[in-house]
């Protein structure tokens, strides 16, 4: 593709199909952490990806744990959660390669 196509925005925004691919290939992957961090991309403290538990692991735990708490049941400890997606992450990220 021509250079202005893959070129962002004066915004810094994509605005093409190739801009956007681009930009996203960029992006460095998310890492499951146990800590709360701040998202610099959404300019928050604190996040939490929490979609589909049927899509990664991580979100299934994030699930149990959001669910426990709204129930006012006692959540994992950050031990427990490391134990339950040790390896989750390097797990997705070979499968990602193999894809």
Do not use: C
């Not at 691919?21 to 709360?36: H, N, V």
């Not at 070979?94 to 894809?99: P, V």
Request: glycine fraction near 8%.
């Amino acid at each position: 593709p021509a250079v202005a196509e893959v070129a962002p925005a004066a915004s810094g925004s994509p605005r093409t199909m190739a801009q956007m691919f681009e930009f996203l290939r960029r992006m460095q992957r998310g890492q499951l952490r146990t800590a709360a961090e701040r998202h610099h991309g959404l300019g928050i403290d604190v996040y939490s990806q929490v979609t589909s538990p049927l899509r990664r692991y991580g979100d299934l735990v994030n699930h149990q744990q959001l669910r426990a708490w709204l129930d006012g049941r006692p959540t994992l400890s950050q031990e427990q959660v490391e134990a339950l997606v040790a390896g989750a992450d390097e797990r997705t990220g070979a499968a990602k390669s193999a894809e």
